[in-house]
């Protein structure tokens, strides 16, 4: 069992959970993910580690709100435990010889991007931050990336906080204006990843793109991770969750991701039904 040590609301939709996981806090490194179920009934899913204390025994989890598991985990308090967790997952993040990198995150993404731009930016790399929203009050982690990056842009897509926009023209606009990266890193819904990527490779940058398939084991043995990266079979799980941008088949990936709409739209309908009733005690 594994107890929630901290609960931080973030927005409405996003919370940032601190758990008690000694053993993974050990080993982890940017880039990684866990698995966890909330119960034994529950589903396996993955979340990246935005952060970790290895003193502690703690690690931290930031996640939004999108269905069945996303939904019960909001119900837990400070105290109570999630069912299992188990990590570190996947490849870290490579950062040799980087000096200068750009990481684009987009709505929920940003999580995910924060542990990778801090990271980079501890590692000593020149991190430029362009992290987008839908509209102002889905801003998440403007304080931690502003303390964690050499500079921070925000974009909303309706202009009601920072910069009206997206954030490829906010890519475009830095990449014009001079500033050299060795990588462009994009994580975030896989058709803005899509598009970051491409672009990134008109101006023959090297992208790196964080990719978010269904999962189930994490161990390279279900295939439900499976995504064609350079016509090759990769399995996110083991092989990833980055890859080169350039090579990654994003419209299988995108068409893979949809799969499951409808189960999922069901699953969500039947944990809004019993809301209340799942708790987690010592
Ligand atoms: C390596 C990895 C790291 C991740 N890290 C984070 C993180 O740090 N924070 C976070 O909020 N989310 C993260 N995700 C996505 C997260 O796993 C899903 O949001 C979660 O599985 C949803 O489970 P659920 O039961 O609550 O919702 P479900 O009912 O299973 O799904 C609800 C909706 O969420 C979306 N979704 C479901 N699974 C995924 C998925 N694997 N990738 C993308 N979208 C999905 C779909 O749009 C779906 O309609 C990560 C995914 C991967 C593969
Ligand atoms: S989750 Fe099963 S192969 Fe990746």
């Not at 994580?187 to 090297?206: L, T, W």
């Not at 399995?235 to 941008?245: R, S």
């Given at each position: 069992m ?12 996003m ?17 990684q ?17 935005a ?19 996303t ?18 997952l ?6 040799d ?47 931690e ?38 990588e ?24 790196v793109a964080?990719?978010t ?19 090759e079979?990769k ?11 350039a ?7 995108i068409?893979?991701?949809s ?5 999922e739209?069901d ?16």
């Open positions: 594994f107890k929630v040590v901290k609960k931080r609301v973030l927005n409405e939709n919370t940032w959970l601190v758990i008690d996981a000694p053993l993974v806090a050990k080993h982890a490194k940017p880039g993910f866990i698995i966890l179920r909330t119960d034994e009934h529950g589903e396996r899913i993955p979340l990246t580690m952060g970790h204390d290895s003193e502690a025994g703690t690690i931290d989890l930031i996640y939004a709100a999108v269905g069945r598991t939904m019960l985990m909001d119900q837990l308090e400070e105290g109570d435990y999630l069912l299992d967790v188990v990590g570190p996947g490849k870290p993040t490579e950062m010889g980087l000096k200068k990198v750009c990481v684009v995150g987009g709505g929920t993404g940003n999580a995910l991007a924060y542990p990778l731009a801090t990271g980079m930016h501890d590692h000593g790399i020149e991190v430029d931050m362009i992290a987008g929203y839908k509209s102002k009050e889905h801003v998440i982690l403007e304080d990336f502003r303390a964690g990056t050499d500079n921070l842009y925000i974009t909303t897509d309706d202009g009601s906080y920072g910069e009206k926009g997206f954030t490829t023209d906010k890519l475009k606009e830095l990449i014009e204006a001079g500033n050299k990266y060795d462009i890193v994009a994580v975030g819904p896989p058709m803005m990843m899509k598009f970051i990527c491409k672009m990134a490779e008109s101006y023959g940058i090297p992208s964080s990719l398939a269904y999962m189930i084991d994490g161990t390279g043995m279900c295939g439900g991770c499976r995504c064609v990266v350079g016509g079979n399995f996110v799980c083991v092989d990833g969750p980055e890859f080169d941008g090579l990654v088949d994003w419209d299988e990936l068409k893979r991701n799969y499951y709409k409808e189960q739209a699953d969500r309908a039947h944990v809004c039904r019993l809301t209340g009733g799942v708790r987690y005690h010592d």
